[in-house]
């Protein structure tokens, strides 16, 4: 009897007290203005559409005369509407202890509300409401970038408040890595209400806290003259440009979708044709998409070797156009048949000979090479402020282990050396990497340069090679794009800056060793051809941009990536992001 009268009299006094006050008193949360997205010069990127939402009173009979009074007026108003659908959502949501407007239209334009709100504001059932909605006046072009937002579901909903309250969230891109920025907070008002809950007084106002801006380091016409350029070639890939300090100033996967399909629910139809297109326009291949590096990381692979054995890039090889390994007579051949001759560190880059690199692993063993290759940037994430970034992989003996719990062989090793085998990475860990040994720093790449006022900072990471190992591979890049014997001599050695650079060709099916004539990619099934790479940095002497270009089964980087590089190039040149004087560099 104690217990229960302590229940009775103290327990329950709160909950009735509660219950008491909020039958007096009603709180409505104020949704703050999704905070707008814009280029490097002030170009918006996400922007926020005018409009207002419709809602209906509560405890509304569907079927009355009263509930079809409101939705005829509606759908007499706003045609497009469905009187259907609108009742259903009404339906679902309608219950005796729920005492708020019931929202049913999500969204009309400013335009169109204004010629019905004073016809439609004098019916006491029906509730306008400010609304915004998402747009992107640019599309396609920053798509995989930018991302957007769509309807939250009940995961999201419980995660966050303000998602809850608002209904929206980013789902990709910076619109989801920002999201908790870009959202806001909510603001509220507590309203004195009457027995029919009408609002008589208001008790308290807090704003909600609201443009919540980013500014980034893209340029967007530096990014749609890149997406033409792939459209105009009928080519899928990817091109990345960056400041080798970590500001990413374009970077374009090809093809993209139009972000605006999301933003109010996509139709299946719209869904079913970017899940069927086979060049996966919805796949971001900046971060997402995962390639085997080819030749493009020769140049790691030979700091890797000096880091492991210092001294070891002194002594030159031998090609001759393939090598065995003891006894077996599999032949691992370079892709010059006849052979490079002796080579040494700098011919090997400019030239691409296989064998150099083979012969090398051998030596070093892939264990070292991937330690030493991962702590360069490759086959881990880069940092970038972009969501659910893929690792890549680059294999030792361990991760052949787990993966396939089998031994790794050597001449596994050996095809690792140039970029094949189970090698894969992402194009931005290339350019991020290529960043590196222009400037010896490893940085964290940065698309985002001012989040809600604050001045981003990318981090920076002091790399250490032996000198002269380096400057030899940087003339090697010199001499890829300057030297008539250089893999992208053709494309790039007329541009007013100088270039340093290197192609890749990466393979996606295996040749034969029964094979003589090798087939020139040109007579290769599409889905049979390399994929073709060139990442590059300029000035060489004194660098200031990263351009990685990777399309997808384009043969040769030298013919097919490097024209890309080279009108980008131009492109920087043109606009003045170069600084005065870099045109009169020479060697």
């Not at 504001?121 to 992107?136: C, F, G, H, W």
């Not at 089998?406 to 690792?416: F, L, R, S």
Request: aromatic content about 10%.
């Amino acid at each position: 009897m104690i217990i229960r009268l302590y229940h009775l009299s103290i327990k329950s006094n709160y909950y009735y007290e509660k219950l008491a006050k909020e039958n007096i008193e009603r709180k409505e949360y104020l949704k703050p203005v999704r905070g707008e997205i814009t280029d490097v010069n002030g170009k918006l990127l996400a922007m926020n559409q005018i409009g207002f939402s419709i809602s209906i009173m509560p405890h509304l009979k569907s079927d009355s005369e009263r509930f079809n009074k409101v939705t005829d007026a509606l759908q007499e108003t706003f045609p497009d509407i469905n009187a259907t659908v609108l009742k259903k959502v009404y339906k679902k949501h309608s219950s005796p202890y729920n005492h708020k407007f019931i929202k049913v239209v999500d969204f009309i334009p400013y335009a169109e509300m204004m010629k019905a709100y004073t016809k439609l504001s004098m019916l006491p059932e029906i509730k306008i409401e400010a609304e915004t909605k998402r747009y992107y006046p640019y599309g396609k072009y920053v798509a995989h970038i930018v991302g957007y937002t769509g309807r939250s579901n009940q995961k999201e909903n419980k995660k966050d408040k303000v998602v809850n309250i608002v209904g929206k969230v980013g789902k990709s891109g910076l619109e989801r890595y920002y999201n908790d920025v870009l959202q806001g907070e909510l603001g509220y008002v507590v309203n004195k209400v009457t027995a029919t809950n009408r609002a008589i007084e208001v008790l308290e106002r807090v704003p909600p806290k609201d443009n919540k801006n980013i500014t980034l380091n893209i340029d967007i016409e530096l990014q749609r003259m890149i997406y033409e350029e792939f459209a105009k070639m009928k080519e899928t890939g990817v091109a990345i440009v960056m400041k080798v300090t970590g500001e990413i100033i374009a970077a374009v996967s090809y093809p993209a979708y139009d972000p605006n399909l999301f933003v109010g629910g996509i139709s299946s139809k719209d869904w079913k044709a970017l899940q069927e297109d086979l060049a996966h326009p919805f796949t971001n291949k900046i971060t997402h998409g995962t390639y085997p590096p080819g030749s493009s990381i020769k140049m790691g692979m030979a700091l890797a070797f000096d880091k492991t054995y210092p001294g070891i890039l002194e002594h030159p090889e031998y090609c001759n156009g393939f090598i065995t390994i003891g006894n077996s007579k599999h032949k691992f051949r370079c892709w010059k048949h006849y052979g490079h001759g002796m080579v040494e560190l700098r011919k090997a880059i400019r030239e691409s000979c296989d064998v150099y690199f083979y012969n090398k692993s051998l030596k070093v063993g892939i264990d070292a090479m991937a330690k030493q290759l991962r702590s360069f940037g490759l086959g881990v994430k880069t940092g970038v402020d972009l969501p659910r970034e893929y690792n890549g992989v680059i294999p030792d003996k361990a991760w052949k282990m787990r993966r396939f719990k089998q031994p790794w062989y050597k001449g596994e090793t050996v095809i690792a050396s140039i970029g094949q085998g189970y090698d894969s990475v992402t194009p931005l860990q290339v350019a991020r990497y290529t960043a590196m040994i222009a400037t010896s720093k490893l940085v964290t790449p940065r698309v985002a340069k001012v989040v809600d006022g604050n001045l981003t900072r990318p981090k920076v990471k002091q790399m250490h090679f032996n000198p002269f190992s380096l400057s030899e591979i940087r003339k090697g890049m010199y001499d890829v794009c300057n030297s008539r014997k250089g893999t992208a001599y053709k494309a790039m050695h007329k541009l007013p800056i100088v270039v340093a650079g290197k192609t890749g060709t990466s393979q996606v099916t295996s040749i034969p060793q029964s094979t003589v004539r090798r087939l020139k990619e040109s007579e290769l099934a599409y889905f049979h051809r390399s994929h073709a790479w060139i990442t590059t940095y300029a000035p060489f002497k004194d660098p200031q941009f990263v351009v990685t270009v990777l399309v997808e089964h384009g043969g040769h980087g030298g013919s097919t990536s490097g024209p890309i590089a080279a009108k980008i190039y131009k492109w920087l040149y043109e606009h003045h992001y170069f600084k005065e004087g870099s045109e009169k560099e020479k060697k």
